[in-house]
């Protein structure tokens, strides 16, 4: 039986003068980075494509629920606390 799937939620960054969302997920040994602009993993390690796919729907049905949780991110009090 797999562990529990875990994500991550980047703060809004600013990249190519562009705002951008990191979203990471992690289950057991696999790991996957989203970019939340185009909804496309930028990195996968151990899913396979039919769950990578699952993983960039999930980012596109659940975008405002990520957008929410990367503006409630304090960068300051998370690099501070750890």
Known sequence: MK???KMSVS???????KREIYV????EDC???GR???YKM???NGF???EVAMLETYMRTEKD????MAKNINVMDAFLNG
């Open 48 to 50: 396979t494509e039919e």
């Open 3 to 5: 562990d529990e799937m």
């Open 11 to 17: 703060s809004i960054v600013s990249k190519d003068g």
């Open 24 to 27: 990471l997920f992690q289950e």
């Open 65 to 68: 629920t990520i957008v929410r």
């Open 42 to 44: 930028i990195h996968s």
């Open 31 to 33: 790991t996957a980075e």
């Open 36 to 38: 939340l602009s185009d």
